[in-house]
């Protein structure tokens, strides 16, 4: 294994558990302040929102060969 694949296989592994832990932070912040089934929906969604894009933009990236 090469440095360089090191690096891309340590940014996606690192990425990806960044993501996790984003998605059980909202989870936890939804059961503390007991929003209910509705409020968790809603909190997943509006603040997943901003993943998602951060998800969209680096595979249109990959996609079109920009970086």
Not at 2 to 17: D, R, V
């Amino acid at each position: 294994m090469t440095f360089a694949q090191f690096e891309e296989y340590s940014l996606w592994f690192g990425i990806g558990g960044l993501i996790l832990f984003m998605l059980f932070i909202v989870w936890d912040l939804a059961k503390k302040s007991k929003a209910g089934r509705f409020g968790t929906m809603i909190l997943f969604l509006a603040l997943g929102l901003g993943l998602l894009g951060f998800i969209i933009k680096t595979v249109l990236v990959e996609v079109m060969g920009i970086g």
